[in-house]
């Protein structure tokens, strides 16, 4: 397989203004046709390049003549067109096999609907098509098909007529917005429909509809208010007002990813929409509170301005999931969100930016672009979107975003436009700016402080360095926006004047640290402050700056900012944990089981908060900052930890569990949901350490009446390791739930993730059993994704075997759905890392991967730059 290069893209020869498809549903196959009216777009240009997989051609017309075969190339994936002019009417009908694409990519039978997947290049398995999201169409689509099997019909875009004759229906839909080949959606089912309304800023009336299988419509609710409220909230802080008269969502239950944006015609993984108190967690609902948010926001940023190529992917992704950032923080806690953010950030994003698929958040070469929906992408995306925030503040940062839709509206663009907008907004040069998109890696920031008591000066050295990556080396300084405090001995702010004052914005409390090294002098600073760096995560990096436990101490008690009192607890966390692993032995000091003690009885704070602050980092986040990758070491100094704060610390607990049982009636609210996050979490510690906390899960099993508390209950048993404990609760819980898909795979992640339950035999059988199947990505995501990132001391066994599992299951899924089969990968891809005879051990295992004939290209991609 060859890489594609950003270097080497061109604009397209021919634009097509219209796209008319018609498509015949047949119970074995479904025809397509399609009529495309073309137009020239490069002066001088006399061929037309199409993609098309895994179709069969019935006939092709140019201008209402059959197109002769002399005057076109058939390749593999492709058709090339020649001889042509200024204008034509192109037809082409091709016949496709919904019900045998198991990759989920296209049109595909889910159960018994259809539902399709088109980006990034799934358009093309429909038929041939300049399948490149800088072609932009209108789109108006027919579809036929059973009537009774299949009375719901839809596509992007208003309903323009349906007709029911001679057994089929016949539904059209027209989509006046010209949009790329990716965002084209249909759908057709037997599907119940939950309805309700939106009155945007301008009074027009949007009808809202959630199309969900039968059985699935009282799990509707939520999902239609997060709607409302995406839609308000894009209307009142980005000033983004909805464009058709009707918006949909339909549910389906094989997805290879969450959820998609295509125009009007949102299509989720069921995973990421449906949810009632009795079967949805709190962390569900709160997932798809963000993911509706996510794919609505993407129909400005994205759908009315889309990217230019794929290439440009993140322009789309980065700066959409920074809005849905910004909507679950004003939903929610700010401080939590960026709490949660940043643990993703440091965990999967920093691992991605150290290893062999690092990339720039614009990357400039690929071989498969399905492998480059990445958290690099995403969240290192988001971030850069962040620091632009941070940079410009508030009020220019939303007049820049006014100007990049105003210019762009309808168009398919670059990165370098996006901060262009940016840029003649503000006023401000951010020429420097953009390599944080061209260059891979994680910036490391070491920091070292000087006091001179005399002179009343602190003076703050910051040094910045970029690891080479893949391909990558010599890396420049980036524009690291510090965000930072400097806390007085009664932990409160002191006042901030800096050299070079020009370095600082006040209002947001930043230092721009833009070269290599530079030192900042703060001057009147009456006593040794404890400095409080990167306050509210305000840049991707690594930071390096040592500071003793007592101030991190300090710290996790009085900063003021939120996110950096986790931070320091964190690292606190992080001695102790070094600490175990260095002595074997652990426990607290006085001052350090008094801080805990009086975060657990803070009724002020927000209790997730407190949630946050008590729990250990997880074993993956304590790899991140580790050298060598001891899996085994990370995990019993980790336990040891965690045992010696629950024996403490076990009567506070019991009261804190005690304290916050409600018996209020179920509802997914900030308020309770915080409240059932510590609760649960006092209770995960209570029971470790005594009977009593043990029996009070079986209890809160038994009695919950939603399944935030009848799960998290179900956990702590779990890993109790108690045979006798565990194993009943999981029977009784698969008995109670087995008709529920949703509920069924949150058993098999809560088995499959258990440090305690999940080995690889255990693991095995779970593959086994009747509720686990192969083609469904939700099955496969959670049993062996959750296994192979979580269960990290089995998946990390000494004789290889967890490895093998993890191969076995790529290589088997390597042919029937590539997508998932490479996502799986992400583990193995860290062999560099580990201690020497598992790091040896894993990479057997990409080998044996890469002597398999027939790789996808998705595959091939991961495990060739692995190996490297
Ligand atoms: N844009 C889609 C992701 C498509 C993934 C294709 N392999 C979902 C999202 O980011 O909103
Ligand atoms: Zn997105």
Known sequence: PKAIQLSDYRAPNYQVETTHLRFELFNDYTIVHSKLELVRHQADATSLHLDGQELELISIELDGQPLTAERYVLGEESMEIHGLGERHTLAIVTRIYPAKNTALEGLYRSGGMYCTQCEAEGFRRITYYPDRPDVM??????????????????????PVSETVSDGKRHAVWLDPHKKPAYLFALVAGDLKVKEDRFTTMSGRDVVLKIFVEPQNIDKTDYAIDALQRSMRWDEE?????????????????????????NKGLNVFNSSCVLANPATATDAAYQRIESIVAHEYFHNWSGNRVTCRDWFQLSLKEGFTVFRDAGFSADMNSATVKRVEDAKIMRTVQFAEDGGPMAHPVQPDAYIEISNFYTVTIYEKGCEVVGMLHKILGAEKFRKGSDLYFARHDGQAVTINEF???????????LTLFKRWYKQAGTPIVSATTKYDAEAKTLSLTLRQHTPDTPKQTNKLPVWIPVQLGLLDANGNDMAIQVEPAAAWTPESQVLHFKEAEQTFVFSGVTTEPVVSLFRDFSAPVKVQFDQTPTDLLFLLKHDSDGFNRWDAGQRLMLHWIEQAAATSEFSLAPTEREALASLLAD????????????????????????DVVDPLRIHTSREAVCQAIAVDLSAEFKDCYLRLCSSDEYAPIPAQMTARALKNLALSYWARVTDEGLEQAQQQFASADNMTDQMAALIVMVNSGNEAVAAPALTSFYQQWQTDPLV????????AGSSAMGTVEHVKYLLAHPAFDWRNPNKVRSVISIFANQSLVNFHREDGAGYALLADAVIRLNSSNPQIASRL????????????????????????????GNLSKDVYEVVSKSLG
């Open 744 to 751: 069924v795979n949150q058993w098999l992640s809560a088995q």
């Open 419 to 429: 901060v262009s907008a940016m840029q003649d907004a503000s006023g401000i040069d």
């Open 237 to 261: 802080v980005y000033g983004r007002e909805y464009d058709l008269d009707i918006f949909m969502i339909v549910a389906v239950d094989d997805f290879n990813m969450g959820a998609m944006e």
């Open 825 to 852: 990968l992400t583990p193995l891809t860290k062999w560099q890392r580990l201690v020497p005879t598992l790091s040896q051990l894993m990479k057997a295992e990409l080998q044996r991967i890469m002597h398999q």
């Open 603 to 626: 009724t002020e704070l927000d209790a997730a908060m407190v949630a946050y602050l008590l729990t250990l980092p997880s074993e993956a986040y304590i790899s991140e900052f580790s």
């Open 137 to 158: 169409s209108v789109f108006t689509t027919e579809i036929i098909a059973d009537a009774e099997q299949f009375p719901v019909l839809l596509s992007n875009g208003n």
